[in-house]
């Protein structure tokens, strides 16, 4: 379940939602925007991609993601795709790029998913963009759970709306309870009938989580509470190191989902003392997820905000 230390309320447009007033939207209460990037199978920039980018900027709210809606079942066309909207993202200076996977056409693929899912993920991270999944339960239990250990450490944007009554940017978002366990939550669109003065109709309604807190509930042999057991570290603990102080980094890494078994859950049995390979990219991960430097080792610093999330 994801964290609400930091959770903040904003929306996501496309072509399809005129603003009028982008200082309105600000005073309304929005704190961020999520901008479509490309529209269509021949990779076109949305028509008002460059209007939001400079409206949003403009009235000063931040734009933390943008997104595709996929069409790509080969890799081919995500190869092709995935370049046109990094680029888009760089240049307009978002951090962060969404793959939304709903469409038909992306259905049915089985494994061939992974390598395409992949591709966009690795466009986004050689330009040093962070990336993320948007979808539903629609799609994401048939197309997506099977596949959960070679996919499941990415984080989500979920889809789902519990109520269908018109929403302002000021109610409160719907319950967590209506939202998925065991999966790495870091946004939830909870409704697409939010009215915001300054916006003509609807408009798509989120939460997003600063700080992705992955968090176990299950219970597990080596912490059947979830207390830490282990020493905490005195010292910088990096690739190499060995010791209980390292089961102490692991088993934060296991309560914010970073190591996942081949069931695509939440792995205690990683918990080895040993910081390798396996470590080291899982540290990485809990940083990016949590918005911190990537460094892959783990400073006082690190562990200094992690104890604050557990």
Known sequence: MANKLSQKKGID????NVIRNYDAVKKEGVDFAIVRAVQGESGTKDKLFDTHCTGFKTANIPIIASYIYAYCNTDESAKRISAIATELCVKAGIKQLELDLEDQCMMGLGKKIIPIINRFKTTAESAKLQFGIYTGAQFYNPYLKPYLSDIG???????????SAARTIKSDPPSESFLPTNVPLEG?????KGLINGIEGYVDMNVWYDEKDFINTEDSPNSSVLICIYLEPKRILKKGERGDDVKWVQWYLWRFGCFIGTDGKPDASQIDGIFGSRTETAVKQAQRNL??????YVTTADRAIWKKLV
């Open 153 to 163: 450490h990415i984080p989500i944007w979920w889809a789902r709306y519990p109520y």
């Open 13 to 16: 447009v496309s072509k399809w």
């Open 291 to 296: 918005g911190m430097k990537e460094t892959g």
């Open 188 to 192: 939830w669109q909870y409704s697409s």
